[in-house]
């Protein structure tokens, strides 16, 4: 079994490959023992950064391996010691899963996975663990891929209070899906500034149209490398992101609040599409992210931003649109994200379940009579998504929503519900390698 292309993972030079090894062990390190997100612990590590192209490639693919594949790693440790003590200090554990996900999960040859693993044990102070090192390793080359086979992947590696919300929320059958879905890794998807140009740019980036009008290449590689990036032509944004701005329709002229604006992928495309944003986020490093994304687009006259918390700021007048893509668990993003299955617990959703309320709210008040509110979410949680817009609906009845048609969405009914809500699951689209879990609702306002 393998969880990436094998002409992505020849088999490194011997000294290349225990620099990798390390450099995976320091940022695992990071982020299951400081509870680092993923993309913060590669961009701040400089060992990292340092490596070349092809080994960043490699750290990045064996980290996130380890991440998904954690319940499964933690089940074959076990089954190998029996009834033994489980592995300590945790440094010990870790070295072992970067072990055992290149000999399962990873085209890398047996003895490379093994002997880096055990020099990496002597390295850390725990010479005497060498032996243990070995032989939990050397059992899985010969028992590890049976025991692969009998586990239920799904259910081992999410967390039960989230695997639970989707058995509750989608049934058995459809959670599994889900899971199974959310284990894979994400194509690399591009939203087109000048959409008159993606025919070209298809040719370009060697990449095919997906049907809601996005274009998707295979993930690897150093985007900033590649034809266009420089020049401002397009930007990363996966399909199911781009769904919720052509939902506005024609935006020629148009002021729209974006708010929680930040990393800016939506407020680029808004602004590309001829409206004129006012894009408000509370954190003054997320915005300054949004202004280097407009300036490399050379969108940065099109957009007004504001730093503000979007639950409570007051604007001098209404606006006619407003997008919300509200703060959640993310859980919809596993599939590019897999350090959330660490990092995000119940007591977070709850957390995030009420913000979102107050922000549907203040974005309620701040809608002119007429006007369209698009609340969007990257999570799976029907709590984040379906039931928090029962509710508003309920507690505002001057509110309607305006249902989602296909031919809005390049024909893809699947993904809307019996309200007329956009819900996409992981494995939507799966022969063109799949989506981002997403909620959408359009909004109207009355007159009170």
């Not at 639970?164 to 994400?186: H, P």
């Not at 992101?241 to 052509?246: K, S, T």
């Not at 996409?424 to 359009?442: C, N, T, V």
Request: overall charge negative.
């Amino acid at each position: 079994m393998s969880d990436v292309q094998p002409d992505l993972l020849e088999e490194l030079p011997a000294g290349d490959g225990l620099v990798t090894r390390r450099v995976a062990l320091d940022i695992i390190e990071q982020i299951l023992g400081r509870k680092k997100m993923l993309d913060d612990a590669l961009v701040q590590n400089e060992a990292f950064n340092a490596l070349v192209q092809r080994d960043r490639a490699f750290v990045r693919m064996l980290v996130a391996t380890v991440l998904r594949r954690r319940g499964q790693l933690d089940d074959v440790i076990a089954r190998a010691l029996a009834k033994g003590e489980a592995p300590r200090p945790e440094t010990l554990k870790w070295i072992l899963y970067i072990g055992i996900t290149q000999i399962l999960f990873m085209d890398v040859a047996d003895h490379a996975a093994v002997d880096t693993s055990v020099t990496l044990t002597a390295e850390r102070g725990m010479e005497g663990k060498k032996g243990f090192v070995n032989a939990v390793l050397r059992r899985m080359t010969g028992e590890g891929q049976r025991w692969v086979a009998d586990q239920d992947a799904a259910a081992l590696n999410f967390p039960a209070w989230l695997y639970e919300q989707w058995m509750n929320g989608y049934g058995f059958v459809r959670a599994k899906d889900i899971a199974l879905a959310s284990l894979e890794e994400a194509a690399l998807d591009f939203t087109i500034k000048d959409p008159d140009t993606k025919g070209d740019w298809s040719r370009k980036l060697a990449a095919r149209f997906v049907p809601t009008g996005s274009l998707r290449r295979p993930a690897g590689g150093n985007i900033t490398n590649l034809d266009g990036f420089a020049e401002g032509a397009w930007w990363v944004q996966d399909a199911s992101a781009a769904l919720p701005v052509r939902l506005f329709g024609d935006l020629n002229g148009k002021t729209v609040l974006d708010l929680c604006a930040a990393p800016g992928g939506k407020t680029a495309q808004l602004a590309a599409n001829g409206a004129h944003v006012v894009a408000l986020d509370r954190s003054a490093s997320r915005m300054k992210q949004v202004t280097e994304n407009l300036s490399r687009l050379g969108l940065e006259d099109k957009a007004e931003l504001i730093i503000e918390d979007g639950s409570v700021w007051k604007p001098k007048q209404k606006f006619t649109h407003i997008l919300l893509d509200a703060p959640c668990t993310a859980t919809g993003t596993i599939r590019r994200h897999p350090d959330l299955l660490a990092l995000k617990n119940e007591k977070d959703q709850a957390g995030l379940v009420s913000i979102q309320e107050r922000l549907l709210k203040n974005a309620g008040d701040m809608l002119e009579d007429g006007g369209m509110l698009i609340y969007c979410t990257c999570s799976l949680q029907k709590a984040e998504g379906e039931q928090q817009i029962e509710k508003f609906l309920k507690d505002h009845p001057h509110f309607r929503r305006i249902p989602v048609r296909s031919e809005e969405i390049g024909g893809l009914e699947t993904i809307i519900n019996s309200e007329g809500d956009i819900r996409i699951l992981p494995f939507h689209l799966k022969e063109e390698g799949g989506m981002d879990g997403f909620f959408i609702s359009r909004l109207q306002k009355s007159a009170a």
